[in-house]
């Protein structure tokens, strides 16, 4: 007997039940806020660094799913590769043999990383780092990793031990037993380095949380105290990583940082298959895996998946036949330059900072009697409820996805493909001109919804 099935059928019978069906069997929370903000839209379909909803209008994205969607959706070489790869019917998988896909995609990776030897492929961001962190401990010997305030590694029980951010973290306790040091801060690695349990410190870059970047000077200085003390360097690149800084690696803009672990993820998988990838140093590996008896001491059952590892090829290929990397840093140039010359013009605009195409902008007191009262009134509700304010009218009036770079933070985040160029710079620029004229107008469109928003706020308290 045949086993029939049509997906398409079955998304033109169901489809519309999307929110309903989130509701009932997933997070039931999703939904409810999607509604509040009036996020609750229905995409039919994505390509390039847009969507389109049933009526044909277009969205653009400047969110790239959390970075996943580096170079856009359903980019035409990572589609061919996976079409490629599935037609191919490839013995993948078996556990006891050795496919070329892993190999050749380690391969290529590791040209980017020169001072690297080896790589682990899992499935997802905070898999490589979880990776990374049970390598740096079995190969030092020691049990402690240190982390940054407000660093985001993962949301699993081991990359929760070094998240940055109480929110994630309030109620899974025990974690691991590892220590948060300030960003920056040379002395406080120093005193805990000294203690000699010390493994690793694991480091964004350019924090997602709020897009802080690593001060001028601190990755080498840390790399160098580190090593002394016989500890070892975990650079987090899940997101930073594959062109988004407008270098391959963020940590490449330091001269002489050469990270002994180093985690990518996100835009790696093409936006389709899910992949993850931990870079190490030969002697790490060597041993973790010092015997035939350890082989598998640290796997992953889908890990090295020849879908995953094909669309990881087709991105590598893409970045370096059609200079993404260089794209996005002038691309991101562009946009950081033209957004920062609004902030001596909107007193409610404090910030605009980072590199490439990771942005944040930041929102602060104002300076007039006015818009002073309506921000106190906000923050004392809860903060970040004005960049709330900013996300949504981006939406609903302009057609522009962005996101709050984090909970009770005045910070919006701009990580959009990779593949974005003038037009898009040129229609978020406008765009978020017209909110900030209307935010310091006084007028009722936006300081109307921050009822709706302090009110929920209140709500949830």
């Known amino acids: 007997m045949t086993t029939e099935f049509d997906l398409g059928a079955l998304l033109a019978e169901r489809g519309a039940e999307r929110y309903e069906l989130h509701g009932r069997y997933l997070n039931h929370q999703l939904p409810r806020m999607l509604h509040t903000i009036g996020f609750d839209k229905v995409y039919e379909r994505g390509e390039g660094a847009y969507f389109w909803d049933a009526d044909g209008n277009d969205y653009l994205d400047m969110l790239a799913g959390f970075g996943v969607m580096g170079l856009g959706r359903h980019h035409p070489v990572v589609r061919k590769a996976l079409h490629d790869v599935l037609d191919a019917q490839l013995a993948d998988l078996t556990r006891f043999d050795c496919q070329p896909l892993p190999g050749l995609l380690a391969e290529k990776l590791l040209t980017h990383s020169p001072h690297l030897d080896r790589v682990f492929f899992g499935n997802s961001g905070t898999e490589a780092v979880e990776t990374a962190l049970k390598f740096a401990r079995y190969a030092t010997g020691r049990p402690r990793v240190l982390y940054c305030d407000h660093a985001f590694h993962g949301l699993t029980t081991g990359s ?5 951010e109480d929110g994630f973290r309030d109620g899974f306790a025990p974690l691991l037993p590892d220590t948060a040091v300030p960003l920056g801060d040379l002395d ?40 002394k003390h016989k500890a070892l360097l975990i650079a987090d690149e899940v997101q930073t990583g594959l062109g988004r800084t407008g270098d391959f690696y963020a940590h490449q803009h330091e001269e002489g940082v050469e990270p002994d672990l180093v985690c990518v993820a996100k835009a790696l998988s093409g936006g389709y298959v899910p992949v993850g990838a931990t870079l190490g140093k030969d002697w790490i590996f060597k041993k973790v895996y010092s015997s035939m008896d350890r082989v598998l001491v640290h796997s992953a059952s889908f890990g090295s998946n020849a879908q995953a590892m094909a669309a990881g090829l087709a991105v590598l290929s893409v970045l370096e036949n059609e200079q993404i990397v260089a794209n996005a840093r002038a691309t991101g140039d562009s946009l950081r330059s033209r957004l920062a010359a609004l902030v001596d ?13 990771m942005i944040g902008i930041e929102f ?43 909970d009770h933070l005045e910070v919006i985040k701009l990580i959009p493909p990779l593949i974005v160029g003038e037009r898009e710079v040129d229609r978020f620029v406008d765009a978020f001109t017209a909110v900030m004229d209307d935010a310091h107008s006084g007028g009722g469109l936006m300081w109307d919804f921050s009822k709706t928003l302090v009110k929920q706020a209140v709500a949830n308290r």
């Open 345 to 357: 013009k909107y007193e409610l605009l404090a910030d605009v900072r980072g590199r490439g195409l």
């Open 160 to 164: 929760l031990s070094v998240n940055g």
């Open 188 to 227: 406080a690695l120093a005193r805990e380095l000294h203690q000699g349990d010390v493994a690793a410190l694991i480091v964004e870059p350019i924090q997602g949380k709020g897009v802080h970047e690593t001060p001028p000077g601190y990755l080498r200085a840390a790399q160098e105290l580190l090593h």
């Open 364 to 406: 602060g007191r104002p300076r007039s009697l006015k818009l002073r009262s309506r921000w106190t009134m906000l923050q004392a509700a809860r903060k970040g409820l004005f960049a709330q304010m900013v996300v949504v009218p981006l939406l609903q009036r302009h057609r522009i996805l962005t996101q709050v770079s984090g």
